[in-house]
């Protein structure tokens, strides 16, 4: 499986912006997706996750409300949605597939990742 994430940018807070993670390879419902993010000095966290199917959504507290993940299993894409960011929500986000099942909140849930797009969010 191969992932490419891209839609990062700069932005001012308050501002919207949407992410969105391309895979290609293995059959792409057969998996749930995830997105984490590690901000400079600081480990890779958990931001959102999503079943097989969609219909199943998991989101970090620090997200909920503003973060909305989707997916669209017939373009083998998945996306988030992220608005009202935060300074702090500034980090390198990357997409993730887990082949098993779980709570998707660990990394070790997942087995391949994209490469990371940058989201710098400006006070």
């Known amino acids: 499986v191969q992932l490419q994430a891209f839609g990062g940018g700069l932005v001012q807070a308050g501002d919207s912006l949407r992410l969105s993670c391309a895979a290609s390879?293995?059959?792409?419902?057969?998996?749930?997706m995830g997105w984490f993010r590690q901000a400079p000095g600081k480990e890779r966290r958990f931001v959102t996750a999503i079943s097989r199917s969609g219909g199943r959504s998991y989101y970090a507290d620090s997200v909920k409300g503003r973060f909305t993940i989707s997916r669209d299993n017939a373009k083998n894409t998945v996306y988030l949605q992220m608005n009202s960011l935060k300074p702090e929500d500034t980090a390198v986000y990357y997409c993730?597939?887990?082949?098993?099942?779980?709570?998707?909140?660990?990394?070790?849930?997942?087995?391949?990742w994209g490469q990371g797009t940058q989201v710098t969010v400006s006070s």
């Open positions: 993730a597939v887990a082949q098993g099942g779980g709570s998707y909140h660990s990394i070790n849930e997942y087995d391949y």
């Open positions: 390879g293995r059959t792409f419902s057969s998996y749930a």
